[in-house]
C-alpha cells in the first residue's frame, strides 16, 4: 500500500493499495486507487469540486485494460476514458468531501525475476478555486520475483474487489442457467453468489438472492431453487447486480 499525500496535494489524496510482486512472465496487475477529496466550504454551495478526472499514464507496450468505480456504486468507467499522448483521462464526475474507490487493471510487458517495471504513473485533475489543479500521484511500480511466498500475497482491496467482481458474474450467469433450465448449474452458480454476498455482507444481494433461492446454509453456498419466482424478483435481481466485467487477462 502507498500514500500520496502533501501540502501540494489538496485538494485530493490518493492511496494506492496492491501486491507489487509478479512471478515472472506474469503480465497483469490488480490496484485498488482510494480518493479522497476535501471540498473546501466554499465551494459545496456550488456544487463541490468539479470536472475531475484520473490521469493514468502507462509506459510504451503496457495498458490499462480496466478502470472501474467500487463505490459508492460499481461502475464500469474505461469507456469513457479519452486517449491523450498515451494517458488516458477518465471522468470522475463532481466531488464533495468523500472518497470512493476505483479498480485499476493494467497489463505490462513480463519480465524476469529480480526486474522491476513502471506500471503507469497516476495524477487527479480537477477545477479548484477557478483553475484546473493536478494532483500527483506518484507511480505504481511491479517487479517480479521467484518467491512465490511475496507473490502469492492478497492485498485486502484487491481480493474484495475481486469477490465483487465473482459475485456479480455468478449471479448474472446463474441467472442465464436458471432461464436456459439447466437448473443444476443455477443452482452451483447462485449458490456461490449467495455464500460471497454473505462474505461481503452484502445485504442487498443476499435478500434479493433470498426471493429467487431458498438458502439452506449461507456460509457453505446450499441452496434450493424456488420452483415459482415472481417475474419482478428475476428482474430486480438481474438489474440490481452489479454488471459482471470480463477483464483481459
Not at 43 to 68: A, D, F, M, Y
Not at 96 to 124: C, I, K, N, T
Not at 141 to 153: C, F, G, I, N, R
Not at 214 to 230: N, W
Amino acid at each position: 500500500m502507498m500514500q500520496y499525500a502533501g501540502a501540494d496535494a489538496r485538494p485530493f489524496s490518493i492511496e494506492a493499495s496492491y501486491n507489487p510482486h509478479l512471478l515472472p512472465g506474469a503480465t497483469r496487475l490488480e490496484v485498488v486507487l482510494t480518493l479522497t477529496a476535501a471540498c473546501p466550504d466554499a465551494l459545496v454551495p456550488l456544487g463541490g469540486l468539479g470536472q475531475v478526472r484520473l490521469r493514468l499514464e502507462p509506459p510504451r507496450g503496457c495498458r490499462i485494460t480496466s478502470v472501474q468505480q467500487q463505490s459508492p456504486e460499481r461502475v464500469e468507467l474505461i469507456g469513457l476514458g479519452v486517449q491523450d499522448s498515451g494517458a488516458i483521462d477518465v471522468p470522475l464526475g463532481t466531488w464533495g468531501s468523500e472518497s470512493r474507490d476505483y479498480f485499476v487493471v493494467a497489463q505490462l510487458s513480463p519480465h524476469e525475476a529480480g526486474e522491476d517495471a513502471l506500471a503507469f504513473w497516476l495524477q487527479v485533475l480537477c477545477i479548484h478555486q477557478g483553475a484546473e489543479t493536478a494532483i500527483d500521484g506518484g507511480r505504481v511500480v511491479a517487479d517480479w520475483t521467484a518467491d512465490l511466498a511475496l507473490a502469492a500475497q492478497v492485498d485486502p482491496r484487491v481480493a474484495y474487489c475481486n469477490a465483487q467482481q465473482e459475485l456479480a458474474e455468478s449471479t448474472h450467469d446463474g441467472l442465464a442457467a436458471q432461464c436456459r433450465g439447466d437448473l443444476t448449474l443455477a443452482t452451483l452458480l447462485l449458490g456461490r453468489a449467495v455464500q460471497l454476498s454473505a462474505a461481503l455482507d452484502n445485504a442487498a444481494a443476499f435478500r434479493s438472492l433470498a426471493r429467487v433461492v431458498e438458502v439452506l446454509d449461507a456460509q457453505e453456498g446450499t441452496v434450493r431453487l424456488r420452483p415459482e419466482v415472481d417475474q419482478y424478483a428475476l428482474l430486480e435481481l438481474d438489474m440490481g447486480a452489479p454488471t459482471p466485467l470480463h477483464l483481459a487477462a
